[in-house]
């Protein structure tokens, strides 16, 4: 391990038990002990990873950021589907391993589920105690050290929330990974909030404005480019659902982008670059990793499936780290305009 570890900021996407893959890149960094974080951004899966990394770090250190990590994957296992009330019929029904329509059933129990969590006021959700008991809230809000985001969207205003560690609470991170047809909205305060991969997934900007460091790893779960159009309405669904969850993403890239074209150009005058930051972006993409899942499996919570995904995830940091570690503070590893905005005509 590095005596002068390097800082870097990360941000964690969301994608339910596709989650477990950014466990995975995150055991792999905390294995390699080169890097320590300024600030993380979650968003779903993404905020729960985040929120148990920093819990361990602040309780016991690297080792025990792994453990709790682990410890919250098996605890999801053992739970069943806490990203679904869904079932495991309904799951592989949309896997596409069905005979003839929506069975009446499987719709019954969906809508059962959505209405015994709404008339518990919002209470019910398989991960509430699960987290309650493996996460020192309190810890967390009390630690110094990394600063830690959290991704809600607002329904009333559609603006995006971003908890920021003294505020985070059990509810916040409930409302991070609130997926409104599965849970009613989570109340925070006199608000609501559903999943915060609507609005910010992961949300960048509070790392840029409230760290120090440049460098942002952004460890995607939903694919960005899939080859292929889809023809079949599950297909056309599953696309539909990974566009929705990288839109902001993307949006802020942009954003990104244009600041980064503005200081390379020298468009500013010299007493105005100051005000600016150059951000050196890094990327743990989930295309080729994840290429052969359908989203419908984000709802596929066996332990097998779970470490295969965490194996993936350790590999692709594994990969990550031995071609762009040295990268780490002297440039980005990634192009932003090439990779992501191909078509974008700045």
Known sequence: MSRDPKMINLALQGGGAHGAFGWGVLDALLEDGRLDFDGISGTSAGSMNAVLLVDGMAEGGRERAREKLHEFWYGVSRTGSPFSTFGQQTADWLAGNHHGGWPLQEWTKMWAGWWNASAQGGKYNPLR???????????????????LFVAATDVNSGNVRVFQKQDITLDALLASACLPYLYPAVEIEGRH??????????????????????????????????????????????????????????????????????????????????????????????????????????????????????????????????????????????????????????
């Open 193 to 346: 909030y559903w999943d915060g991969g609507y609005m910010g997934n992961p949300a960048l900007f509070p790392l840029f404005y409230q760290t120090d460091t440049r460098d942002i790893l952004i460890v995607h779960i939903n694919p960005i480019r899939r080859p292929g159009v889809p023809t079949q309405p599950q297909e056309v669904m599953e696309r539909l659902n990974e566009i929705t969850f990288n839109a902001s993403l993307l949006r802020e890239f942009r954003a990104i982008a244009f600041v980064q074209k503005l200081l390379d150009e020298d468009w500013l005058r010299p007493e105005y670059r100051d005000r600016l930051k150059y951000l050196l972006m890094h990327s743990i993409r989930a295309d080729d990793a994840l290429a052969d899942l359908s989203s419908s499996t984000k709802l596929v919570t066996h332990w097998n499936f779970l470490v295969m995904l965490k194996e993936r995830g350790r590999t692709a940091a594994q990969a990550w780290l031995a071609n762009h570690f040295k990268d780490v503070g002297k440039r980005g590893s990634v192009d932003i305009r090439r990779e992501f905005l191909s078509d974008d005509p700045l």
């Open 129 to 147: 105690d699960l987290l309650a008991a493996q996460v020192d809230f309190e810890r967390v809000r009390c630690c110094a050290g990394t600063k």
